[in-house]
């Protein structure tokens, strides 16, 4: 049978050593025969976590395990590392066609699919899976749909719903799943496991703070030179704030990131803003710029969630500008 997976090139299956007690615990629940039909698992982390998934499923599908490692060579390895698993079913954020931009939401087409799979029989001895991240993006009816599935689940099978953030996740749909939460590692162990990925030392404490301890997400950051992109919208901001530069010009200038990391640069200016404030003695003009300043970054994911490279993201920076400079002035 033919797997139709979405292929992300190339399929690459693996874990960060935190992430591991969770994967042998799992693991060693598949082996007593007690694993749930249904987990939630919860990454602390921002950063695509695909490559975790395919894991974590290698590992419960793996033939010889290797500690928490699926081997890499048994049937099941190979079978899922050139993505021919026919048991398996992943269902991810698929791109579209026309504008070859990747969809906002999991469709319920893929979980009739994902439902189709389950009620055929096993082609090998392992069992079914079936993953579905991020599972936060399920939409309306795709979270219905899988609903029933989670209700009367089918022997042999286990559904994995990996996810960045299980409170966006339905109730309903949590209510009937087991639920691991995979935490970052600590600050020590972050900055050792950094220190490896030859961060400077002197960056490593900072990327960190930025990245609010997600040791992955510091990482991608440093890749980025984000901080040279903070620096950069720092000097522009105070230019446009002191009305030396206008809106269009401040826009044109700043090196434009996608909507995450800009929603990052403005979180991180916003806060270290909250915080100079919180210097002083607060009289009730500056008790109101905090006010302003609180709202403004509470109100940031709703003020800029449309897609990169977007006309509207633009326009909804320049919102966001406008309103700084009213609670500053
Ligand atoms: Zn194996």
Known sequence: MKNDNPVFEPVKVSAFDWQLAVVSQLVALNTQGKLPHAILVELRTSVDSRSFGWFLASALLCQSLDSEHPCGHCQSCQLMISNNYPDFTFSTLTENEKTHKLNKDIKIEQIRRLIHQFSLTNNLQSGKIALIYPAEKLNQ???????????????????????????????????????????????????????????????IKDYL?????????????????????????????????????????????????????????????????????????????????????????????????????????????????????????
């Open 141 to 203: 009816s795709s979270a219905n749909s899988l609903l029933k599935t989670l209700e009367e689940p089918s022997a042999d099978s286990t559904l994995i719903l990996l996810t960045h953030n299980a409170g966006r996740l339905p109730v309903t749909i949590r209510s009937r799943c087991q639920k691991w939460v995979i935490k970052n590692p600590p600050m020590d162990e972050a900055s050792k496991w950094l220190a490896q990925k030859e961060m400077p030392s002197d960056q």
């Open 209 to 329: 703070h930025l990245a609010r301890n997600d040791a992955q997400l510091a990482h991608q950051l440093y890749q980025l030179e984000f901080k040279l992109l903070q620096d950069q919208f720092s000097g522009l901001l105070n230019k446009y704030l002191s009305d030396q530069i206008d809106i269009v010009s401040m826009v044109k200038q700043f090196k434009f990131p996608d909507s995450q990391h800009l929603r990052l640069v403005l979180k991180t200016e916003l806060s270290n803003m909250i915080y100079n404030l919180l210097q002083n003695k607060l009289t009730i003009a500056l008790k109101q710029k905090l006010a302003g300043l609180i709202n403004l970054s509470a109100g940031l994911d709703r003020a800029l969630q449309v897609e990169d490279n977007n006309l509207n993201l633009l326009l909804q920076f320049e919102d966001v500008l406008i309103s700084l400079k009213q609670i500053v002035k």
